[in-house]
């Protein structure tokens, strides 16, 4: 196969209304307890920092942050799963730390699921450290999941 035929062209863009529809396939297809259209509708609303990752121009990923002085909290990071451990997350990850550091942010932190194994892996591989723990932060079937707090310095 010729290289020229796996090129593709990504974007990494502000979240849009127009985008709601195939995030929310995304986060039903990707989780027990979906965020509803509501809330990202209100995140791009208020300000949080919504962004969407485009592959040819199809959405494949999208997170949402919260920047409070100079710190960055990742609330929702999710890769569409047929594009998943294929760099795509490492990518969305690689690029929000470029565009908080140019605000001036910091620290970058974030809570994970203990049993999303793979999302742990791809944040300790960029150097994030686990700070604590959230107990009972997660819904889940049987009651509660636990959250591990998660902490990344990007600017010294």
Request: hydrophobic share 35%.
């Amino acid at each position: 196969m010729s290289s020229l035929q796996n090129i593709v062209t990504s974007k990494y863009i502000c979240m849009e209304e127009c985008h709601i529809s195939s995030i929310l396939e995304i986060e039903n297809q990707s989780y027990d307890y979906p965020w509803s259209e509501k809330i990202f509708q209100d995140c791009i609303n208020h300000n949080y920092l919504c962004r969407v990752i485009l592959i040819d121009n199809v959405l494949i990923g999208y997170v949402i942050s919260s920047i409070v002085q100079d710190e960055c909290h990742i609330m929702n990071l999710c890769i569409k799963d047929d594009h998943r451990r294929s760099g795509y997350g490492r990518y969305l990850l690689d690029e929000l730390h470029k565009e908080v550091i140019k605000i001036n942010c910091k620290l970058v932190f974030l809570e994970c699921r203990p049993s999303n194994r793979s999302a742990l892996k791809l944040y300790k591989s960029e150097g994030y450290n686990e700070i604590g723990i959230r107990k009972n932060y997660y819904p889940a079937p049987n009651g509660a999941e636990d959250a591990i707090m998660l902490a990344k310095n990007v600017k010294e």
